[in-house]
């Protein structure tokens, strides 16, 4: 698998974290680098994508996925493990929103475990659905770190958890060989061709994330594939359509628990980031209406447009694929699927069956949620 990233130059270590195992993982995979250790890692550093930072984070590692009561929401468990990713895509909500310049990764590992672990022991009942990746890639700098190991490991003795890795990198190498007992979902981030030339640069190409996912299904992982943001472009229909083919021809949808699309959104603090360091991007140039929740979206009849041509074609493929929609109302859902979420117990229950059937979870997690 060829890496995507250069590997950190320069490692900045909070002083209490030299001997854990994150550290020690860097020190073999990153030989050459400067390792320091310091009392406190400032947070007004200036950028250098080549550093790392390794902080001692105090802050709860597992968030609730921020959902709003006007949208249905998946009812997703967020785990924090690091801040930041240097692959710079046009659209990327972080810019707006971290004033953390440089790659974070939290080194006290421990806390971390321990924290899950407590949650899924305080509701046993629950199936408890967790990814990362949502303040950072959850493979970026994997190769270097192995916190993949770690978790994927950590889940396979689960019951009532399922881990989703999502990624725009082909950093896989770390997945093999592990006995994961289909309990980690590997999971790409896609776009229309179009769309990952222009607005994701620095991210794996379509064919090297593609190759990882296959590689991944070899290795017995379920796949989940998330095609969020769609961009509305003049020839969109084609784009995702020849994404859609490749994927579908990669990957048998039996493999696959879940798609989510979500249309191109933004708070609209993000339009002076994205004009700013993008001035080439072409994700602002469509026409967008407030929605309730503050962000700025499609006009509905073009999101109902992108989202029935999506799922018609990966209906084609696969009858029963778990597809959902991404922070969407009720008319919209109805509109796509003739159906809302409540009419079948919710979207958490859901994604919940859909975890339960495509990866042979068979324990007594119950199909409450909370
Ligand atoms: S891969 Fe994800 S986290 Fe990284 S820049 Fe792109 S959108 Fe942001």
């Known amino acids: 698998m060829d890496g995507l990233v250069k590997p950190p130059r320069k490692v900045l270590v909070e002083a209490g974290l030299e001997d854990g195992e ?22 007004r550093s200036s950028f250098d994508p080549e550093v790392l930072e390794v902080v001692d984070f105090r802050g709860r590692f597992l968030k609730s996925c921020p959902g709003t009561r006007h949208y249905h929401c998946c009812g997703y468990q967020i785990l924090h493990f690091g801040i930041q990713c240097t692959l710079g895509c046009s659209y990327c909500i972080l810019q707006a929103y971290l004033n953390q310049p440089n790659l974070q990764i939290f080194g006290n590992w421990e806390a971390l475990f321990t924290e899950i672990e407590e949650k899924l022991r305080a509701q046993p009942s629950r199936l408890h659905r967790i990814g990362t990746g949502e303040f950072t890639d959850s493979l970026l700098l994997d190769p270097w770190t192995g916190f993949s190991r770690r978790l994927v490991s950590f889940f396979a003795r689960q019951p009532n958890a399922v881990l989703e890795l999502k990624t725009k990198t082909n950093h896989v190498g770390n997945l093999r060989g592990l006995d994961h007992r289909r309990r980690t979902i590997a999971a790409w981030s896609l776009n229309a061709p179009y769309i990952r030339g222009r607005e994701e640069t620095a991210a794996a190409s379509l064919r090297a994330r593609l190759e990882a996912a296959r590689a991944c299904a070899r290795w017995g992982y379920p796949l989940a594939f998330h095609f969020d943001p769609l961009v509305e472009y003049p020839r969109w229909k084609d784009g995702y359509a020849r994404i859609l083919d490749r994927l579908l021809d990669s990957a048998d949808p039996g493999q696959i628990v879940w ?44 999101r109902v447009e992108m989202y029935s041509f999506m799922v018609e074609r990966i209906r084609k493929a696969d009858p029963g694929l778990c597809v959902y929609l991404c922070m969407e109302g ?11 979420p409540g009419e079948k117990g919710g979207l958490p229950a859901m994604l919940d069956r859909a975890a339960r059937e495509r990866t042979g979870i068979e324990d007594g997690a119950s199909q409450k949620n909370p």
Do not use: N
């Not at 994150?22 to 400032?42: H, Q, Y």
């Not at 009720?330 to 159906?339: L, P, Q």
């Open 259 to 302: 798609i989510s699309l979500g249309c191109f959104r933004f708070m609209p603090s993000l339009r002076s980031a994205v004009l700013a360091r993008h001035p080439r991007s072409g994700v602002l140039l469509g026409e967008f209406v407030r929605g309730l929740d503050g962000k700025m979206r499609y006009f509905r009849d073009i």
């Open 22 to 43: 994150l550290v020690r993982c860097l020190r073999s995979t990153l030989p050459r680098a400067d390792f320091r250790v310091l009392e406190k890692i400032s947070d």
């Open 330 to 340: 009720e008319d919209i859902w109805r509109e796509v699927f003739g159906f809302q």
